[in-house]
């Protein structure tokens, strides 16, 4: 090697405006901000999922099923809307999700096979950085930016069985899918040089698979009170690099999570509700390098709802409710932490007695997340649409 | 029982109705929440969320360090080819070069009313004589005082692809030279002051008996050389054409002016170029080539501070260059042959080596209309350094394959965009000295993007 000369000039990387893309930038945090596969109903009363008095297709609550006696599909749809501040750096979010999918069919009077499709880990969010180099004497101009695309999903076939006129069980097996892109490019002024300067990519992509199974119970010890508890098993969660992808594979402990909910009839038209959830990310925490976990995670919500009068084709419900929730993945070595307040109705397009055929439900967050420096202010509309028949 | 079925049968049927209703409207519902959902860009700080730190360097590599092999060659093109005329006289010392030209297309017939104002066709008519227009390029010339220029018809066949100073063909092993270097003992025809501060345009008179000489096709000892008499003077024309004035049969006191353009031009010039120029050469007429041969190394195992930056061995590959120049020093070659005009240069890889100097080339490195190099830089300005890109060469060079998966050229031809484009040509400096050529790499290495 005969190398007599070279000038070497660093990338002199000076903080300028930069930006940020994403539902939230709490994504950005480990595996991503979980996505609670929960429609407008649950949100409106600031349920965790298991223990609502109507029937519903949820991911991963098989349990939530057991009184869809019609063959019956749903999705939902999620835009939020919110500001965040990160120190002094204040900007917008905006983004639109579709966190549950999912299709029921009744075995007679009793059983429900589904098939549902939800979200796991969004980790969807993109950031910005400019720069400024000095590349052979002159100032030339650099954006760093890094894109995320992607996320964690879960598709699931589950089957419920009324056992007792009061009491249910529904078990649900399914696998983690899902695929994310990590991208980051470099990109130069070249307005600045006389020849173009490309940019420098380097980009990985890595598939989601593994095993989860959920086992739900449901107790109706009263006409007027329903308590119902669900048990989320999951095996290891492995991201396989796919293609040219130079990074490694990874496998994640995924913790076991507990959910519980009741409601009980107040009078008639008006009930109340309360959900709890926890799952323990201690060990999760061990697949990750530079990623801490909060340990062990746990959500509380309460809500009532009043059916206050009739309008179109069934009850005109106002759903009210409260939910702390909090995320698994440390942001600046704090824990992250959600709170929501949320009001909720519904509009009951066609129905036939008391069995809805169609309608949307609607339900608005407010809330917020914070962690360390960043603070997020959000407005979440949930929407979900069912329709049912045969 | 029917009755019951009916029933049965009616709630059916609105239960369908009812539900097809409903998804009609939710889908509509759907579409429009749906249609209105976008994602927003926003602005901050710093996040600290980018989870990798790529470092940019630029590497200067020695022309030792990447080169295998050096050429410079000459003889694209003639003078024929460049569409111009030229002549000098001890321009800068040495050039002497005179324009050759030889008319043609002349009107065989000519329309003429006659007496009864009938207009016939006559091919009987008479030459009276003609003239030789020039029509000069007087932001080319030099100096800037008045010169003389002569016409003078050839008497020796000549070639307009291969005739040079000494040879007037030198053709598919036919040698002939011209009685005299320089297009010699031809007849001497007249001459014509040219001011370019009052035209751009010079007239010879010329005889009726050598126009009708030109007249003859079969005849290819004919034409005009023209040259310059004054000593230091240098011009380039862009035209030539011959006026010639007829008398007709029909009616004998009309005189018509027919026009014949030059049908074959070309220039000669002595001395030619040194054959073995100490650098490189671009251009020119006939068209120098510099020919590259490159080997950049796979791994760079220093200077220190380079390693300390970013660890080493540092490979060099495709994904980590961002942009690869290769910097050239003018330098002052041959003083008859500096430009006097933008030099157009052109970066292209050569496909077959072997074939040299008639293989294939690549596609323009430096896009279609090449880069174009001030004059001053050969000149009075000469050690400046020009950088001309070449990116995706060196990426496919370390890669080993092009984009389109065929194997990665290693050899460059460094010329203008057409070829001869000027008289004079491009000089830079060669190996060995301090304005040798160097490759210019800006690279950025970065770890992998990995999962959390």
Redesign the interface.
Known sequence: ???????????ALC?L?????AQT?FN?G??GAPIEPLNARVRGVGGVGPGMFDAMLLPGEPGAAIDLVVPTITFS?Q?VWGA?????????????RFPVVGLSYPLGINSIVMLTFGGVFDQR?A?T?NSE?V??GQNVG?E?R?VSDGGVSALRVGWVQRLTAGFGVGISVGTYTGQ?T???T?T?DTLA????????????R?QFSGPLATVSGVWDPLDIVRVAATVAWSGDLK?EPVGM????A?KFDMPLEVRVGASALLSPGLSIHAGYSTADWSSTGEG????NTTGKATSVGVGIEWEFAQFW?GPLPLRLGYRKTGLPFQLDDEDPVETVFSVGWSFT????GTIP????DFALEFGNRDAGA?SEDFRRLT?T?S???? | MAKKHKRSRS??D???R??T???L??AG??LV??A?????????????????N?????????F??FVTDFDVIGGFGSPADLGRGLVARGYRGTLDARTLVRFGNFQRSISVEDSLGVTRLDSTFTALGGQIVIVFDSTDAAPDLPVTLTAAATNTPWDRETATWDLAVDSFGVSTPWPIPGAGLSTPLGSALFDRSVSDTVVIAVDSATVAAWTDSTNLARGVMIDVADTGARLEFRSVSLNIDVRPSINLDTIVSLTGGASERTFIFQPSPDPDPPGLRVGGTPAWRTIMTFAV?ET????P??CA?VGCPLAITA?????A?LVLTTSFDEPAFVPLSTVLVDIRSVLVPELLPKSPLGESMVGALGQAVAPELFDTETGTTV???M?FFIQDLMRGVTRFDEPAPTTISIMTTFEPLLVGFASFEGPGGPGAPIL?L?L?I?E?????
Not at chain 1, 1 to 11: D, N, P, S
Not at chain 1, 17 to 21: E, I, Q, Y
Not at chain 2, 54 to 62: A, C, G, Q, S
Not at chain 2, 448 to 452: A, E, K, L, R, T
């Open positions: 090697m005969r190398l007599r000369r070279y000038t070497l000039v660093a990338l903080t405006p930069a930006g940020a893309l930038l950005a480990g595996l749809m835009p965040y501040s990160i120190g002094d750096s204040r900007g917008d979010l905006q983004a639109t969010w950031v950085q180099a590349i052979g650099a760093d890094f994310v990590r991208t980051f470099r130069f040089v006389a020849n173009p300067i490309t940019d420098f990519t380097e980009q990985g890595w991201a992808t130079d990074g490694v990874r990750f390098e530079g990623v084709a397009l066609a129905q036939v055929l169609a309608g949307f960043l929407v649409f329709l049912a028949g045969g | 709630l059916e609105e239960i369908v009812k539900a209703n409903a998804a409207a939710g519902a759907g929440l749906f209105g959902c976008q994602d927003l860009v926003p602005t901050a700080t710093d996040t600290g969320l980018i989870p990798i790529p470092i940019t360097v630029e590497v200067l590599l020695d030792e360090e190394p760079l195992t220093g200077p501070a380079l930056l994904e980590r260059i961002n942009q120049e950088s001309f890109p990116t210019r800006i950025t970065s992998s993007v990995q999962i959390p």
